[in-house]
């Protein structure tokens, strides 16, 4: 599978605050790559410096197999990006703010607005100003201007930001058929972890300028592990119980909630040990780990939001 986009010890320092440190990052063809970290982890900063909007302190960034800073001008040309919230002419139509957009980009090929407006859904809201558009629709023909030089790479930053969950469905939707059907490859970051994990194949997750780790989905969903969730009015007792079983295997998730990863299948005996040793269990869950568990345990704790 060919690398689309790679970076080496790429750094973004002002003063003495490294925003990106030493990242190194690989984009395969074809796939979704979710870039996924809190707000002012490095998202937006790692963005700009992959689309040329501003220079790394250090560091290396290869697109297509091209040096960027060599070669920037042809690989943006196959390159189409949103970055924070797309600005359009409200007074206007779609149709001829994309007039517009294309004449700025040099692009005169005959069908090219009808075809991105298509591709978005937006064929049928050409007459109404884009002032009178939701802010769904608006993103929709935020990612249209991106594809009207039918670009092979696609740099998404917080495209769901903002939307309520129609828009949200329909942004996923569309997202999913550029991948899928057109074979575009897709670079889309989030601080939304649920969005994410319903989206893309591979994923790079950013913390503090530094990326943690890059899996693919298939490695994660290996990884995460069903388990047995007690809550219990003393887990310091309870895990003395369990350190007595025989290969068992838990951790106290937060106060008085232990999660058991072995004994699937034995939560009612291993009710009946903490019962029989005066520790009252008041919830029993079977469940598995999620994004959000893995995401807390990789960064130390907290949310994402």
Avoid: C, W
Avoid at 27 to 51: E, P, W
Avoid at 77 to 95: C, D, H, K, M, Q
Avoid at 156 to 161: A, G, H, Q, S, V
Avoid at 205 to 213: D, F, K, M, P, R
């Amino acid at each position: 599978m060919s690398v689309i986009i790679k970076t080496t010890n790429l750094t973004k320092q002002y003063g003495t605050q490294k925003s990106v440190n030493s990242l190194n990052m690989t984009v395969h063809q074809g796939g979704i790559y979710g870039f996924l970290g809190r707000n002012g982890a490095g998202k937006t900063t790692t963005i700009r410096m992959l689309l040329g909007l501003i220079k790394p302190t250090h560091g290396e960034i290869e697109i297509f197999g091209e040096n960027l800073f060599t070669n920037q001008k042809e690989i943006l040309r196959r390159t189409g990006s949103i970055v924070e919230v797309p600005g359009f002419y409200e007074n206007l139509t779609a149709r001829e703010n994309l007039s517009i957009n294309a004449r700025i980009m040099g692009i005169y090929k005959k069908n090219a607005i009808e075809d991105s407006l298509e591709i978005v859904g937006l064929q049928n809201e050409t007459k109404k100003l884009v002032g009178k558009y939701s802010l769904g629709m608006k993103q929709r023909l935020g990612i249209a201007r991106a594809l009207l030089h039918y670009p092979e790479l696609l740099i998404l930053d917080e495209p769901t930001n903002g939307l309520d969950p129609i828009g949200i469905k329909e942004i996923r939707r569309l997202i999913k058929n550029l991948a899928a059907e057109r074979n575009i490859t897709i670079l889309i970051s989030s601080h939304i972890l649920s969005e994410i994990e319903q989206l893309v194949d591979y994923m790079g997750i950013i913390h503090e300028g530094n990326l943690l780790e890059e899996i693919s989905f298939e490695q994660l969903r290996k990884r995460n592990r069903k388990y047995t969730e007690f809550q219990v009015s003393d887990d310091n007792k309870a895990t003395v119980i369990l350190d007595g079983l025989d290969q068992a295997e838990y951790e106290v998730h937060d106060e008085r909630n232990i999660r058991v990863y072995s004994h699937l299948g034995q939560q009612g005996k291993l009710n009946r040990l903490f019962m029989e040793n005066d520790i009252d269990v008041t919830k029993i869950m079977v469940s598995e780990d999620r994004l959000e568990d893995y995401f807390t345990k990789l960064v130390g704790g907290g949310t994402i939001g």
